[in-house]
């Protein structure tokens, strides 16, 4: 094995193992940690598979940015916090459907893109600039779109979490 | 290009063998004598009052993460743009002046709202009764605030 | 690249009003908050204008294929920012007497239309997916809006909640998609890539296909993905549960009839037994709940899901032969905006009532021939036309979707040409119960209701639009026929 899978394997067993940790969890402080370690390992493989930007882009706003809005939304709502409190009766129903789907999916990847063909890693290097052509030349439309997504997210974020002088 | 993380590996490796270190290292070593006042929350210097769990944060404090992850994204934005500033001319530059005069109307639309404010409302009845008692044992307090906080609540989802 | 600046007029004229709509509300006080309707209704009409001059003007490509302005799209555009106009018209009283923030929300309904103008224009699966997020994000802030209310807090969770997870699931099949197609993202591109692929790949395009399927599925509230929407609808504002059943729903339907008939046009001996297991499913159970329903808005939203059924019967019908697909697409668009017109019709009506009975239960309707003639005569009109009986438009349009089931032949177009038949009779009851209580029935409180002039005015353009249809059903099939899509059928 070469170090990059190295590198793979302790990323997808650190990743994975956190994934679960983050639904186990008893405490939803210690979930939204664990998630932290999850997207860390998700962007660990990004930057193994040669997109750069884009795993630094999942370190900055995912651990940076999202998690923190976790950790906000827990102390402004005052998540309860302990055992059976996040729990529900459906959880072996959804474990079901859970191992279900990811069995298949992996069964359908692993026939249509065998591991064993997989090209090195090396071959392929999105850089920070390929992806800045990409963006504002072939996709301006997405990206102003999403500036107006970002702008009604927030807009109706402050509506409701706004406090009512009026009513 | 990945034999540059090489350096940024190491420094992870050795930043959580730090940590984990320290912790078993002073878990082996230090003296293990706990007493109540040692156990409670330091609140500089000050008795305890109660616990901080099921303290509810001003709803202020989200108007603030959510602006912080609207800016945080248009940061991101900015690295590729920056990155290709030269080659993508004026056509950039005014794509990029639009998404940013975008942002900025959010920012004005908070600033109005009052989102910013933060000396006109400070409203939390709650606490300061509590904070203005004598102390008391610490969970009975926390009981208490939990009880105020439901009403509240309910209140809330009566209006 | 190349960007044709007269084909993105429409979204530009949107876009500015947006922006001017949130920056005015800034600086009026609180008592003219309500200006910010007009101004978002002069932007509308600036954009409807913008789409009008582009008629006739050909296909006109921008941003390398990926947004294309043809008749299809045209036709979609125009139909949506009609529908704008008249969610506007609802709103202007409901939201300045309801005590609601009226700016935010004038801002995010016209964000929100904003996505359903590109959406029929997107021919890239990053565009649609963007498109799509940007109808539905805004709508779930808008189902939130009457914050006291904790229905309404429990509607704008739930469509989040819903929303989002199939979300996830149809982006996860975008990606797989790319990957199969070998990096693929125009729909065309996709269309002659999938055509290539076989065995292992060609299975796993299938589960992408399902997954992409289930996203727009749950737009367009088919049964399973139904849950979120009687709910929502109730807990909402009315006028917003009037924009999430027309044009949010039709926006679903758009980027469906585009993923479908072009990108996976080639797969469709896969997909067509699930669409038609869908129609079958959505049709039945929302006929069958709606039967249930003493809840005007719930009965609506139970009738809105009954009706996506028949509309997705039109995917199933897709074959080799162009000349049926032709056919099925015509039926699709047709009768998509006929059921635009009925149920935004069947909303203004309720709108209207709401001002007195604003628990809108089914006997609050009772009487309504005294109380307000127009808005009685107007809804049972809708209702009639809902059901698919004539003299009203919605009778051609269950009509050409029942002729292409049975010209498409083979064992599938007929039975579900019966179905949808068994349905249509069975929906009669429910249809029937309002106009019953508005003729039949007395009003406790036989004093005139007070009706906005534009919810008034809306009721009776829909009215007059819906008898039209029928008595001129040519000119109104004709522009179905023009907007074929491009490379529809290949």
Request: with cysteine; net charge negative; proline share 14%.
């Given at each position: 094995m070469s170090a990059q899978e190295y590198a793979f394997t302790v990323l997808a067993v650190v990743g994975g193992l956190s994934a679960i940790a983050v639904v186990t969890a008893r405490n939803v402080v210690h979930a939204a940690l664990y998630l932290v370690v999850t997207l860390l390992s998700v962007g660990g493989v990004y930057l193994l598979l040669g997109a750069e930007f884009v795993a630094w882009v999942q370190i900055l706003?995912?651990?940076?940015?999202i998690v923190i809005l976790f950790l906000f939304g827990l102390m402004l709502t005052k998540a309860p916090i302990g055992r059976?409190?996040?729990?529900?009766?459906?959880r072996w129903l959804g474990a079901l459907v859970g191992v279900g789907v990811f069995a298949g999916l992996v069964f359908l990847i692993q026939e249509a893109f065998p591991v064993q063909d997989a090209e090195r890693f090396e071959t392929f290097h999105a850089t920070t600039d390929a992806v800045g052509e990409s963006i504002f030349r072939n996709y301006v439309l997405p990206f102003e779109a999403v500036s107006f997504l970002l702008l009604a997210a927030l807009i109706g974020a402050i509506v409701l979490a706004r406090k009512d002088d009026a009513s | 290009m990945l034999t540059e993380y090489l350096p940024i590996v190491a420094m992870a490796v050795l930043a959580v063998a730090f940590g984990v270190a320290s912790l078993v290292v002073s878990r082996m070593f230090r003296p293990h004598r706990p007493n109540p006042v040692k156990l409670s929350p330091y609140e500089?210097?000050?008795?305890?009052?109660?616990?901080?769990?099921g303290e509810r944060f001003s709803v202020k404090f989200y108007v603030v993460a959510m602006l912080f992850i609207i800016f945080d994204i248009e940061i991101i934005f900015l690295f590729p743009w920056a990155v290709r500033f030269r080659q993508l001319g004026l056509f950039g530059l005014v794509e990029m002046a639009f998404f940013i005069g975008l942002v900025f109307v959010a920012y004005i639309y908070v600033w109005r709202a009052g989102g910013l404010d933060w000396a006109t409302s400070v409203e939390a009845p709650a606490d300061a009764d509590l904070a203005s008692?004598?102390?008391?044992?610490p969970m009975a307090a926390a009981d208490e605030e939990l009880a105020a906080a439901m009403h509240d609540a309910e209140v809330a989802g009566a209006r | 690249m190349n960007i044709d600046y007269h084909a993105l007029l429409p979204e530009f004229i949107l876009a500015g009003t947006i922006l001017l709509v949130l920056v005015v509300d800034v600086f009026l006080p609180e008592r003219a908050k309500w200006f910010a309707m007009p101004i978002g209704l002069i932007g509308v009409v600036g954009s409807l204008a913008g789409v009008l001059s582009l008629i006739g003007a050909g296909t006109r490509e921008s941003f390398g294929g990926t947004y294309v302005v043809d008749e299809f799209a045209l036709l979609f555009k125009g139909f949506f920012l009609v529908t704008a106009v008249v969610v506007l018209a609802l709103s202007l009283r409901y939201f300045r007497e309801g005590g609601f923030y009226q700016g935010e929300y004038y801002f995010l309904l016209l964000t929100s239309f904003l996505g359903c103008v590109m959406m029929p224009s997107s021919r890239d699966l990053l565009l649609l997916f963007l498109a799509l997020e940007l109808v539905s994000a805004p709508g779930f802030l808008m189902a939130a809006f009457r914050k006291g209310d904790v229905k309404s807090n429990e509607a704008g969770v739930k469509f989040f909640i819903i929303g989002v997870l199939s979300t996830a699931v149809m982006l996860f099949g975008m990606s797989l998609i790319y990957g199969v197609t070998g990096g693929a993202t125009k729909l065309a591109e996709i269309g002659v890539a999938l055509d290539g692929v076989s065995g292992e790949m060609e299975t796993l395009a299938f589960a992408a296909i399902l997954f992409v399927v289930v996203g727009f599925a749950f737009k367009v509230s088919a049964v399973p993905f139904q849950f979120w929407a009687p709910d929502t609808y109730e807990g909402s504002p009315v006028p917003v549960a009037a924009f999430l059943a027309v044009a949010s729903s039709v926006a679903g339907f758009a980027g469906l009839l585009q993923l479908m008939f072009v990108a996976f046009a080639g797969q469709h001996e896969f997909w067509v037994p699930i669409f038609a297991f869908l129609s079958i499913a959505t049709m039945t159970v929302g006929n069958l709940v709606a039967l249930q329903q003493t809840q005007v808005v719930r009965l609506l939203a139970y009738s809105g899901i009954a009706q996506s059924g028949y509309i997705l019967l039109t995917f199933a019908l897709v074959t080799d032969d162009a000349a049926s697909n032709r056919n099925a697409f015509a039926a699709a668009v047709t009768y998509i905006l006929i059921y635009g017109v009925m149920n935004l019709g069947a909303f203004a009506a309720t709108v209207a009532v709401s001002r007195r009975?604003?628990?809108?239960?089914?006997?609050?309707?009772?009487g309504l021939r005294e109380t307000a003639p127009v808005i009685a005569v107007g809804m049972a009109v809708f209702m009639i036309s809902l059901a698919g009986?004539?003299?009203?438009?919605g009778f051609w349009g269950k009509l050409l979707i029942f002729q292409a089931a049975i010209e498409r032949g083979g064992t599938l177009g007929p039975a579900l040409a019966v179905v949808m038949l068994v349905n249509s009779v069975a929906s009669v009851f429910y249809y029937l119960v309002v106009p019953r209580q508005m003729f039949l029935r007395d009003a406790a409180d036989p004093s005139r209701l007070r009706v906005p002039a534009l919810v008034t005015a809306v009721v009776a353009v829909a009215m007059v639009t819906l008898v039209a249809i029928f008595v001129l059903p040519n000119v109104f099939a004709r522009l179905a026929e023009i907007s074929t899509l491009v490379g529809l059928g290949a």
């Open positions: 706003i995912y651990v940076g940015a059976d409190t996040l729990d529900n009766q459906q | 500089c210097g000050n008795d305890p009052v109660r616990l901080p769990r008692d004598s102390p008391r044992d | 009975h604003p628990t809108l239960g089914v006997a609050d309707f009772a009986v004539p003299p009203t438009g």
